[in-house]
T-cell receptor
Framework: QKEVEQNSGPLSVPEGAIASLNCTYSDRGSQSFFWYRQYSGKSPELIMSIYSNGDKEDGRFTAQLNKASQYVSLLIRDSQPSDSATYLC????????????FGKGTTLSVSS | DAGVIQSPRHEVTEMGQEVTLRCKPISGHDYLFWYRQTMMRGLELLIYFNNNVPIDDSGMPEDRFSAKMPNASFSTLKIQPSEPRDSAVYFCASVRGISGELFFGEGSRLTVL
């Protein structure tokens, strides 16, 4: 059974702080990793993708991947109230890399 | 582009009734996915299609669920008969090629009484 695990939260941080979201996955063959953001009552939207070990930065967001530890993380710097949402970790599970399985998500609350 | 279009947005039905959810993917996208989201189980992949052909339906919970994609611009997910445990938000998503950037529709919220 291929699984993606996340702490459900809620994770509460003050405005301007760094939010750290974590994810582990079970399938060592997974090649591609993604973070989606889902606002309450809305559909998920992609915010970051990462394919190789190390860090990838995009604005206030940094994704980190460690394939040996089967661990993915997302750091949000200078957190804003508008970042309050559920963050879903997603991993490709087949060799073709065409299908994603998602974690249950971590709910982030940023207080002003 | 109009994005992925799903209908209905909300459906309330009684146990035992047939439910049909519809999806129009983004034009030019060759992969289409059906997901179901609940608080307990999160976002679960039910089935996905490539060029209208079902590739993996191992996530379909049981025989009461079926999905079709008769052409590149239309897909349906059918539940017959429906049960209260089928209550969830059903998302359709599409993508062009091998990419993790799925484009999701707004979802169909199903309530089975």
């Amino acid at each position: 059974q291929k699984e993606v695990e996340q702490n459900s939260g809620p994770l509460s941080v003050p405005e301007g702080a760094i939010a750290s979201l974590n994810c582990t996955y079970s399938d060592r063959g997974s090649q591609s990793f993604f973070w989606y953001r889902q606002y309450s009552g809305k559909s998920p939207e992609l915010i970051m993708s990462i394919y190789s070990n190390g860090d990838k930065e995009d604005g206030r967001f940094t994704a980190q991947l460690n394939k040996a530890s089967q661990y993915v993380s997302l750091l949000i710097r200078d957190s804003q109230p508008s970042d309050s949402a559920t963050y879903l970790c997603a991993v490709t599970y087949n060799q073709a890399g065409t299908a994603l399985i998602f974690g249950k998500g971590t709910t982030l609350s940023v207080s002003s | 582009d109009a994005g992925v279009i799903q209908s209905p947005r909300h459906e309330v039905t009684e146990m035992g009734q047939e439910v049909t959810l519809r999806c129009k993917p983004i034009s030019g996208h060759d992969y289409l996915f059906w997901y179901r989201q609940t608080m307990m189980r999160g976002l679960e992949l039910l089935i996905y299609f490539n060029n209208n052909v079902p590739i993996d339906d191992s996530g379909m919970p049981e025989d009461r669920f079926s999905a079709k994609m008769p052409n590149a611009s239309f897909s349906t997910l059918k539940i017959q008969p429906s049960e209260p445990r089928d209550s969830a938000v059903y998302f359709c998503a599409s993508v062009r090629g091998i990419s993790g950037e799925l484009f999701f529709g707004e979802g169909s919220r199903l309530t089975v009484l």
